[in-house]
């Protein structure tokens, strides 16, 4: 058996929200409001070797981002427990990880070194990053003023060229044009064609699923549906699904 790259065991992650209320009728009443919970992610469990690629499937609204999140350390799981094994980890998902006011150059630093690079060793790869990204003298410019197609370049490049031991990726495969579409999905497949390095892809497309990955974990309503042979779960959840 390989070495273990990830553990995650019985993982649960709530939300918290505050039901609609009035003010007034608070104020009289002198009522504290009631926190709604929501059960986002449910006793999830499962163990992923080094090298190996996990695809995580679910309807919208079923737990997958959540829970890569708390993978990356973004989130805090309320029970249960993560385990990377002392690797490096890197997110790859819109709208997590720049600051908009700072220009795509400066992101690049600042993700860099929050991944656990120096700033001597992001430099070194800048250029590298700036060329894949094909953002050109946008790379100057605030992050704010990009598109989402701009934005995800970006993410990707950054991800792509500054290589981590484990790799969290949440659908940024199926944004941008069709060129760019194609060179960063045959980069992800140079980049998991190393042994060691493990990666867990959040996707929609089943094909990409398929293609990619040697394991499936189906997620549905924030529980485990299945997990095993990745063409095996798509196919389940297929069927599931209409």
Known sequence: MKEAAIEVKDLCIDYRGLKTYSIKKNLLHLKRSRAEVFHAVKHVSFTLEKGEILGIIGKNGSGKST?????????????????????????????????RELSGRENIVLSGMLLGFSEKQVKEKEQEIIEFSELGDFIDAPVRTYSSGMYSKLAFSITAILETDIMLIDEVLSVGDASFKKKSFNKMKELISDENRTVIIVSHSMDTIKELCSKALWIHNGEVK??????EVVEKYLEFMK
Request: cysteine-free.
């Open 226 to 231: 299945m997990y095993g042979e990745s063409r």
């Open 67 to 99: 829970m890569l999140q708390a993978i990356a350390g973004i989130f805090s799981p309320n029970q249960g427990e993560i385990d990377l094994h002392g690797n490096s980890v890197s997110l790859l998902s819109i709208g997590v990880g720049f600051q």
